[in-house]
């Protein structure tokens, strides 16, 4: 993937995917330097420091919620709007309220792809020995009163308690000046209250995909310590272990950690389709409300490609998902729309009616989808004459599957559905210039529309691809192929009777 | 709404009386009752909302429609769900057009003037005095000149044009048709809307048919319905009528209902039936009153609502501004008809999956086509029609044997178009096509489709063939009134929110007069 820098409406970005790393206690931003190099062909990795590590100033609190907000700040100043949090330790928690929020609308970001779980620190409370807490809070008392930070002496100790074995003498020497440099009250908040907070039913279940990461020798937030707390809110994550490996993973296994994480999104997260960064932007802004900017941020999700149909069996799923091919030609990063039918079909979805010579949908899906069980055969010229055939009730399916009229019906259903499915997901809302759904946020005065004429559009509204740069896959363009600026008012306008 | 603070009945109470819906019908009922010190007591199917959670996502916002299943039969099988009915405090008109023309005089006089269809047991004048009352109250929104009707006044400048009315006013204008801006019950600035507050201007966001979130919008949970509950009227959401019990005089002394559930009893001394024209029907057939006349179903109509759309040069854009801002009449009665009755003609804007639905059914798109059609969908803008639709016996609404979450069957209904229905169309098609044409399309589509639920329990001046009196009263039970779209004796063009408004606060006045 090309890391070419471009701009579009003034704020730069590449293409790569953005990973915002969230660090441990005590660290900061610097532990993912290597991870950074290793994965720059394919992501652009972000290292956020949070209140009161590395650069940061623990002014702007330290608190969970403030954590939070601070990072939430500055995903939205970085403006990446396809991106994957990754949290590692206390960073854990905070990158899952982080995505909670995000996929609730609240956060005002858009984008959310995945989330990379590293011995991450669960919502509920942290599990930790009472002697490990003990120490902990008192070398930060110790710092509290002393000169801000903790002792040299405690700073080797926890790092020695925390390595599955010693770091290289450069890692080290940066993970201890980070400790070193780290804000005691900043220690003292994180144990008296942040780790303690249950946060769990906040966050909920997130159906993202997740990668959850463990080292084989880490302690309370090993294997176990991951599939008791973090795997039960993420349903669709995959739980790696890496043997031998201590708590700070980041600095003891960046190499593996680069090869999961690669493996990660090139399986569960890439392939679907995206939408732009200017029109990412819109969806996160004031403009949309969080109810709309959450059902957008889930329908954006990438789809599970191990999805299994719950209506349909898994040859009926199977030509679905053909039919599909040939009802949605989609182009070049298609998205399960078959899967997302079945879903719907599966959670009762009713359009409020049906034709009386059809049975209820999920049987005429059933039936309709076994008349067709030799489309696989058929090639694509075939496969659409077959479809034509249906729609003009020339086709005569098979005893024991539905009449022809049946096939007409049902499959003016069934086109009906795959086609508002296409159209639901932001990147075809963005690929056919919709932007209705930003026309109002959390406000009684809702901000609508002033430019309502042709060709006219407003300074927020994001720019539109032509219809001739749509197929390649280019998805934001400043002109239109009808050689209109995103301002301009053509002669037609002009002509425009008022 | 907020109904915190609202006065509640016992359902052992026996109230003035029960409205069952709090729609276009129910709601002006239930204000004008409450606001003569009656007792009453609304039971609504659907939810109470927040306005301002609607969602203008089209996947999501059917939250405030009707999308429990209904099977639709014969010719051209209506659509239902989110083209046709709404569920919740407000009914239908959580989500309607809020497109306001007035019934023409003719159109309620149409058999006397054609021989066919029906005409209404009711003084044009008569009903326009109560129109009157209705703009007055909710806020309409229109020209200071309207063209067909000199005298008409409206309180609010009309709503701001978009592109689509741009393009209409276009056409029309090189075809030699009169077009204006239309009627829209919505404020166009600010309102003060009596027991509810400051109603905002409308801000052209264009996501009417998902809910106004401002509440510019007309809707009875910002107009009517407030001001019911401030004089004293309960609204119980969430509470499905199912079965309504007679005393041994064969009057309806209670209406069970579940909420939450749980079965429960309202005694009243009246009933108000408010359904709308699908559900109204339906209950009367699965309870077996009030259908002496076997016209308890019958008669169902369904407006055509053909549309023409253009793909223009020009990004156009139409999911902005208010939908559907431009009307002409001058296709009220064509001069070269071929058809009794006639049309309306109004500019239309659409939000994607709404247009792709009916790509999908009434243009057999899929594939290729459709997703080109889709990738020009901002080069898009139309036209479309509200045109009569004769009252026929077997367009007809009946039971089946699947049963709903509550027992009650599902009902089925027929829907076949006649001679007259497509004569109209075919009129309307070439009228339409040759606007879009002149306003500079460079291809047309037409796309078939109906809209609203009319007629199923229809008003007349016999027992015999009408199930409700000219003052909306069952023949066959005194203290049974109905008032909503199913009483239309005939479809009438204008859109029919309206009507059914005026129709409902003269339901109450004759409900008062009465003294039933
Ligand atoms: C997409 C769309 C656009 C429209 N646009 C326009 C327009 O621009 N102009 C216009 O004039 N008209 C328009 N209409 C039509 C208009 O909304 C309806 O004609 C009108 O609201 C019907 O009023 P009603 O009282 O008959 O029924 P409704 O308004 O539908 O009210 C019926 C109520 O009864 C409730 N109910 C039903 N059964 C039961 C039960 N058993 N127990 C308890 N409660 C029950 C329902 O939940 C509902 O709330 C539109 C309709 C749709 C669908
Ligand atoms: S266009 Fe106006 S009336 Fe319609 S929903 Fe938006 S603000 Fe409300």
């Known amino acids: 993937m090309s890391a070419a820098r471009r701009t579009v409406q003034g704020v730069p970005h590449d293409d790569r995917p953005t990973l915002f790393c969230l660090h441990a206690l005590g660290s900061s931003a610097r532990e993912f330097d290597a991870l950074r190099e290793l994965l720059a062909d394919d992501f652009d990795v972000v290292g956020i420091d949070l209140p009161g590590f590395g650069e940061a100033s623990a002014a702007t609190g330290t608190s969970v919620d403030e954590m939070v907000g601070h990072v939430v700040r500055k995903i939205r100043r970085h403006g990446s709007t396809r991106f994957v949090l990754v949290g590692h ?71 020695d308690d925390n390595v599955g074995a010693p770091l ?31 946060r769990a039913a906040e966050v909920g279940i997130l159906d993202v995909p997740a990668l959850i990461v463990a080292g084989g020798s880490d302690g309370p937030l090993g294997e176990a310590g991951q599939r008791e707390h973090n795997l039960p809110m993420y349903p669709r994550a995959t739980l790696e272990v890496l043997a031998g490996a201590g708590h700070l993973l980041p600095l003891e296994r960046p190499d593996e950690l680069a090869d999961l994480i690669r493996v990660f999104w090139r399986e569960r997260v890439g392939s679907g389709p995206f939408v732009s960064p200017g029109f990412g932007r819109v969806i996160g802004s004031g403009r949309t409300s969080s109810q709309t900017r959450a059902i957008l941020a889930g329908r954006a999700l990438p789809d599970d490609p191990d999805y299994t149909p719950q ?59 076994d008349a067709l069980d030799d489309f696989a055969t058929l090639d694509d010229e075939a496969k659409d004459s077959r479809i034509q055939a249906i729609v003009d009730q020339q086709y005569a399916p098979r005893a024991g599957t539905l009449t022809a009229e049946q096939m007409t019906l049902w499959f003016e259903d069934c086109r009906v559905d795959l086609t508002r499915t296409w159209l639901a997901h932001p990147a075809t809302m963005e690929r056919i210039g919709f932007d209705g759904f930003a026309n109002g946020g959390d406000v009684i005065r809702i901000q609508g529309f002033t430019e309502l004429g042709a060709d006219r559009r407003e300074a927020w509204e994001p720019a539109m691809p032509g219809p001739s740069a749509r197929d390649t896959g280019a998805s934001t363009t400043e002109t239109t192929d009808t050689g209109i600026t995103d301002t301009g008012i053509t002669d037609t306008e002009k002509e425009t009777v008022r | 709404m907020r109904l915190d603070g609202m006065r509640t009945y016992d359902d052992s109470e026996v109230v003035d009386a029960v409205v069952i819906g709090t729609g276009a019908g129910g709601a002006p009922i239930l204000a004008s009752l409450a606001s003569r010190g009656l007792r009453v007591v609304a039971l609504e199917a659907g939810a109470n909302f927040d306005a301002s959670k609607y969602t203008s996502d089209e996947t999501e916002a059917v939250a405030i429609n009707w999308m429990e299943e209904r099977l639709s039969d014969g010719e051209n099988p209506t659509a239902f769900g989110q083209n046709n009915s709404g569920k919740g405090v407000g009914g239908s008109t959580l989500h309607w057009g809020a497109f306001t023309p007035r019934p023409d005089a003719r159109d309620l006089k149409l058999k006397t003037d054609s021989g066919l269809g029906e005409d209404w047991p009711i003084d044009p004048d008569e009903l326009t005095g109560y129109i009157e009352k209705v703009e007055k109250f ?8 309207y063209p067909w009707d000199p005298t008409r006044r409206y309180d609010l400048p009309p709503v701001a044009r978009n592109a689509s009315s741009d393009m209409m006013i276009r056409g029309c204008e090189a075809v030699g048709i009169t077009a204006t801006d239309g009627p829209a019950a919505l404020v166009t600035r600010d309102w003060h809307q ?174 290729r086509d459709m997703v080109d059609m889709m990738d020009s969908y901002r080069y898009m803008a139309g036209v479309g029609i509200n045109a009569e639709c004769l009252p026929h016996e077997d367009n007809r609404l009946t039971l089946t044997d699947e049963l709903d979450d509550f027992g009650i069957p599902k009902a089925r209904i027929s829907f076949t178009a006649h001679d007259n229905e497509d004569a109209i169309e075919k009129h309307a098609i070439r009228t339409m096509t040759s606007i879009v044409e002149a306003a500079g399309a460079t291809s047309t589509t037409v796309l078939a489709r109906t809209a609203h639920t009319i007629g199923t329990a229809r008003m007349g001046t016999s027992a015999d063939s009408a199930v409700v009196d000219a003052d909306g009263r069952s023949f066959d039970i005194p203290n049974l009134w109905i008032a909503d779209n199913s009483v239309f004796p005939s479809a009438v063009i204008a859109n029919p929110a309206l009507a059914i408004m005026a129709l409902a606060l003269r339901t109450a006045d004759r409900f008062v007069a009465a003294g039933a």
């Open chain 2, 194 to 367: 009596p027991e509810h507050g400051v109603r905002p201007a409308c801000a052209n966001c264009g996501s009417c048919h998902q809910g106004c979130r401002s509440g510019a919008k007309v809707s009875m949970d910002t107009t009517y319905l407030p001001l019911a509950v401030a004089k004293g009227a309960e609204i119980r959401a969430d509470s499905m009528v199912h079965g309504i019990e007679l005393d041994a005089s064969g009057r309806v002394s209670a209406v069970v209902y579940t909420r939450n559930g749980i079965e429960h009893r309202q005694r009243t001394k009246a009933l108000f039936l408010c359904a709308g024209g699908v559900e109204t029907p339906r209950l009367l057939l699965h309870t077996g009153l009030a259908n002496s006349s076997d016209q308890v179903g019958r008669n169902y109509m369904a407006h055509g609502a053909t549309q023409v759309w253009g793909k223009f040069p020009t990004e156009m854009r139409s999911h902005r501004g208010y939908p559907s801002s431009i009307i002409t009449e001058d296709t009220v009665r064509p001069a070269d008809a071929d058809f009794a009755g006639g049309y309306l003609i109004q500019s239309l804007g659409v939000v994607p999956l709404t247009l792709s639905t009916t790509l999908a059914r009434g243009g057999g798109l899929w594939g």
């Open chain 1, 311 to 369: 209506v349909l069996d898994a040859a009926q799923f199977a030509t679905l998902r053909l039919v599909a091919e040939r009802v949605v030609p989609q182009g070049p990063a298609p998205f399960d729309i078959a899967g997302r039918v079945d879903a719907a079909l599966a959670r009762g979805v009713s359009d409020g009616w049906r034709n009386a010579a059809l049975p209820p949908d999920q049987e005429a899906y059933r039936l309709g989808l």
């Open chain 2, 138 to 145: 909710v806020g309409v929104a229109g020209p200071a000149h």
């Open chain 1, 89 to 159: 330790s206390m960073g854990g928690k905070i990158a899952s309220l982080v995505a909670a929020r995000t996929l609730d609308g609240s956060s005002g970001l858009f984008g959310l792809a995945g989330v990379v779980l590293l011995a991450g620190s669960p919502p509920s409370p942290e599990p930790m020995g009472d002697d490990a807490r003990a120490q902990m809070l008192s070398w930060a008392r110790a710092g509290i009163s002393g000169d801000g930070h903790l002792a040299t002496a405690d700073a080797r100790t926890f790092i």
């Open chain 1, 168 to 198: 290289s003498p450069e890692n080290d020497d940066r993970a201890l000046s980070d400790v070193l440099r780290s804000a005691a009250e900043a220690w003292l908040a994180w144990f008296e209250r942040g780790s303690l907070e249950d």
